[in-house]
């Protein structure tokens, strides 16, 4: 039984950071998702990059400490429909990497 | 000879805020620059009109410690073109109280 | 029966910001409370006096959005004993400006 | 030759992060530094960790945005002197894991 944590699993901060950078390139380039990363700045998606990736780690039992806001903070009024969460749900689990 | 700062002649803190809260809602309704506001969380729209408020208070001489990122860093990659900047700019004064 | 919130009548952002200098001076001056400041950074009290405006500010009904911890989780592990929160309650009580 | 980054050679991110820790612990342990941690909260000083993890994982080649202050800005009115520098710089050398 393996007694790992799901932060190792996931190849660690490196492996979880390759992760976010896939996943993000993936939405960003979505013709559904692409529109929340438009017209926006280099640092502000640097910084919101950063965060998924400490959040990620953080969530996944990593050595991080997250000071971000939480999702419900920070997706409010964004007008997120069903389908948005679909097609993100599918992008999530197709850059997941394989669990070690 | 007025010693008045221009924090003062703007109508100070409150005074600024009001002219923030105009100038946002004009920019989010400009058919040109709106796009830089859409698809956005509202606390994200909130910090960022709580930054504009700081800055402007802190260049205009107020007692306000802004910690927010320069302009330049701020901006970068958003590209903003000159066209673009001229409707800021006319937004910008129009907003803009008569100072006292 | 006045209307006024009571962020007007402590006189608005400069009359916290002033009530805010006078009572960091006070407790930074004090030989029981001095020790929460002392070994810190310019830039470092000067962001923890801002916060401070920040959330008095809004907390009276001013138009100020504030972004900083809750204040629970900011003085978690401080060790404040209940004569520290005695002395504060004094200094604050003392700094605190006559209500219009 | 070795091609690989000063952050692969520390052990990536849970290698610097340990030594950060370990940092840590002996700077807030030492007679003479032990100072500029004391009678801070539980959250100011899980963020600076954080923040330390983040500049050393950046400055090394890591995956790793740095948002934080300039090392000039965070320490300025700190009064740290030579003397405490050259303990910090011991400490640092103790701390840091053999490079791979």
Sequence with gaps: MS???LYERLGGYDGITAFADDLML???G???LGRFW????DD???REKQLLIDYLCSSAGGPVYYTGRDMQASHKGMHIS???????SIGFRVSLPARQ
């Excluded at 438009?38 to 700045?41: A, I, K, L, M």
């Excluded at 069903?82 to 993100?88: C, I, K, T």
Aim: net charge positive; glycine share 8%; no cysteine.
């Design 30 to 32: 979505d013709s559904r």
């Design 26 to 28: 993936r939405l960003q």
């Design 38 to 41: 438009q017209n926006r700045g």
């Design 44 to 46: 502000g998606i640097a």
């Design 3 to 5: 007694r790992k944590s």
């Design 82 to 88: 069903e389908s948005d969460w679909a097609v993100f």
